[in-house]
């Protein structure tokens, strides 16, 4: 199987499962990743610099109409939902708040599954509430790969728990496991 596009999402202590997974993530890796991590709008950093200046993988914040390219991981920005249009590129929504969160990761998830199908993995890490569950249960409905952080060693289980109790989950990885399964996957083993 060839998958075209990642999608990940987390919530609290997302940002250091982030760095765990990216700072490992080989520098030639050729499929797009889009993350959505749980931040407050008052949140005055900017995640995607903040962990290009610690990984080899490029990564920026995703923009309004943008091709999602081989070699990027791209960053929802706070206070939009990030969205897969069928064009393969992004857009961001202001519509409310979903599992009390903008941005959230079920609509990454939902939209990139209707785009990308059985081309897709979908992966769920530390965080503190359901979200995600829903949209990785699509992923799976539509022939994607599904794969959850441990929840017994996740800083916050509650995220990667309920992915497995709604949706299944193809592998239950623990973080430090993740980057060396996706390397893993473009290489062909």
């Not at 080989?26 to 962990?51: T, W």
């Not at 903008?102 to 359901?130: C, K, M, Q, W």
């Amino acid at each position: 199987m060839e998958y075209r596009a990642i999608v990940m999402g987390c919530s609290a202590g997302g940002f250091d499962a982030l760095e765990t997974v990216l700072r490992k993530i080989d520098r030639d890796f050729q499929i797009p990743i889009a993350v959505v991590q749980h931040v407050s709008p008052d949140f005055q950093n900017n995640i995607a610099c903040l962990l290009n200046s610690r990984v080899d993988i490029n990564i920026k914040e995703a923009e309004e109409k943008e091709k999602l390219c081989r070699g990027n991981v791209y960053i929802a920005p706070r206070d939009y939902h990030l969205l897969v249009e069928d064009d393969e590129t992004f857009s961001l929504s202001m519509e409310p708040h979903v599992n009390f969160s903008r941005p959230s990761v079920d609509p990454l998830f939902e939209s990139a599954a209707d785009v990308y199908r059985e081309s897709l993995i979908g992966i769920i890490l530390t965080g503190s509430n359901h979200d995600g569950s829903e949209g990785l249960k699509r992923i799976k409905k539509l022939g994607g790969m599904s794969i959850v952080q441990n929840p017994d060693t996740a800083y916050a289980f509650e995220m990667p728990r309920a992915a497995i109790e709604t949706a299944g989950a193809d592998y239950i990885l623990e973080l430090d496991e993740v980057s060396e399964f996706l390397n893993g996957i473009v290489k062909g083993r």
